[in-house]
């Protein structure tokens, strides 16, 4: 569709554009100034993924206006491996909004979808009606809390994991490429990129290999000493027991924020109240069989 004939004068639609500097800078600049996040990183450790799809308007000065991105994002949901995608980086300058743009590239990117044969498209947002008119419904979001298992003696040391290293980077992505879904009731199978990223929106998630397991653990300690537990990256799941002896550490408590159905350990659920909802459309079943949450290394 062209510029002209979408109504949208002074405008260029282009798809598929991570590979221009420019118009990279460009996503970066609409990001930060929209939601005051910074993407750049994603290029650092890992790059980004290489099965994006970006669809955006731009200005006559390059200037993105209005984007959203897909890619793709396989998933376990309900036992069953979905091939699903996933939709990000949403957004509309202040001074074009409520001109259709963002609908027009919405359309864009559910088309695409359905020419590659996703059978599932997941996002987030705080917007639901935005998308509850093309299909998408809410998943209610649960975390387990619990106590912890009782701690037996290790002589194991957990090797701490800085993604800006380059062996530990190598050693991570090795884990990435051959990881396992974490849970079969709602999980990612892969999304090295995102999990990467994830490492550096949150500073205080700390990343553990433990060698008897070969796991990555992504954790940190709650300000009240609660283990909180955000992803296992390994090609099988150790149990819950496993992994706080190979970590050293012997807390109370622990809050385990996926389903913790591989882990050995039963968590009463807890229902995550707040602004931010997980969507999906599908032509198949829209409810979980039990109480579950994507793990925050999969946000997207």
């Avoid at 919405?106 to 996703?118: V, Y």
Wanted: proline fraction near 8%; charge should be negative; charged fraction near 20%.
């Amino acid at each position: 569709m062209s510029a002209a004939s979408a109504g949208y004068t002074g405008l260029t639609f282009r798809q598929d554009y991570f590979a221009d500097p420019a118009a990279w800078t460009a996503l970066v600049s609409l990001l930060s100034d929209t939601f005051g996040i910074d993407l750049d990183p994603l290029r650092r450790p890992g790059g980004a993924d290489p099965t994006s799809m970006p669809f955006g308007w731009f200005d006559r000065a390059g200037t993105l206006v209005a984007n959203i991105s897909a890619f793709a994002m396989p998933m376990m949901i309900n036992g069953r491996k979905v091939n699903a995608a996933a939709f990000q980086s949403g957004a509309v300058r202040p001074e074009w909004r409520e001109r259709g743009l963002y609908r027009d590239l919405t359309g864009k990117a559910l088309d695409w979808c359905a020419a590659e044969g996703f059978e599932a498209i997941v996002l987030y947002t705080d917007k639901p009606g935005l998308y509850e008119k093309y299909g998408f419904v809410s998943l209610p979001m649960h975390l387990y809390t619990g106590a912890a298992p009782a701690p037996q003696a290790t002589t194991a040391l957990p090797r701490r994991l800085d993604p800006w290293n380059a062996d530990d980077l190598g050693l991570l992505q090795a884990a990435l490429k051959t990881r396992t879904p974490v849970s079969d009731r709602l999980a990612v199978c892969q999304s090295a990129p995102m999990f990467l990223i994830n490492t550096q929106f949150d500073p205080d998630v700390k990343l553990s290999w433990l060698e008897d397991e070969k796991a990555v653990i992504a954790w940190k300690l709650t300000d009240g000493g609660a283990f909180l537990l955000s992803d296992v990256v390994a090609a099988r799941i150790p149990s819950l027991g496993a992994i706080l002896d190979g970590l050293g550490i012997a807390p109370a408590t622990v809050e385990v924020l996926f389903a913790p159905d591989k882990l050995g350990w039963h968590g009463e659920p807890r229902s995550l109240e707040g602004g931010t909802r997980f969507m999906i459309k599908t032509d198949g079943p829209t409810i979980l069989d039990a109480p579950a949450m994507l793990s925050p290394m999969a946000d997207f």
